[in-house]
């Protein structure tokens, strides 16, 4: 079973951030991530992650105005030292909160700017980024997410566009971060597609599909791809980022019962 990482911007949500920390680690989670830990002094996060003895994951670049429906600066020309200046907020809270990764969200970009454009910004803030965030040994990540249901517009939507954006900026310093939910809805083949890239994931988020609920609800064989990722050597966290359908509390049982389901499914083969 792979280590599990709570996504507190999806998951306990019956809680104050502050104190999803503690509900997570009493769920049996071993790290956390969310979208943004900026609301939130630095030290203050700190101190809940030491109290709970969890590992903080993953958090994200400053992500723009969110409730605007902003969803990062990454690939938008008329932000760049915006961007710039975001990269060395999230080295700083990176430091503060023993993380060694952040995702670069690449955000929505008008529509009267030409794609070719827009990768080009891309390419060259992400170059800017790992090099910086590299000289702190932070690892940068990007996220291929669905545009069909829930981020209309998103620049960056599949594996194959990563990888080539990831070739392009060229540094040792920039991983995938690849979300099955995403990519189930986007492309499938996922079982396959993180075997061939293996050595360029940096973090894996699970949630089912359809409904974005628990990873137990829905089409996604997820007891399978588990094991996959224990026989495939897959290191990294698995992000539990899904909307849960009632109480979180009362629907972790996949948290255990993938692990019997999939020895199972070793045993039979
Ligand atoms: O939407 C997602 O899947 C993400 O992981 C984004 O980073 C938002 O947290
Ligand atoms: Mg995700």
Redesign the pocket.
Known sequence: MPRLSA?L?MLFQEYDFLDRFDAAVRAGFESVE??SPYEYPADEIAARLERAGLEQALF?LPVGDWAAGERGLAVLPDRIDEFRRSVDTAAHYAQALGCRQV?C?AGIGPQDIAPAELETVFVENLRYAAGRLGEACIRLLI?P?NDRI??PGFFLTGTRQALDIIDKVDSDNLFL?Y?I??MQIMEGDIARTIEANLPRIGHI?VAGHPGRHEPDIGEINYPFLFDHLDQIGYLGWVGA?YRPRGRTEEGLGWMSGFGGRAKETSNAG
């Open positions: 996504n911007s969310y979208v994200n995702n969200l996220e997410i829930d981020m971060q979300d939910y995403h988020q980022e």
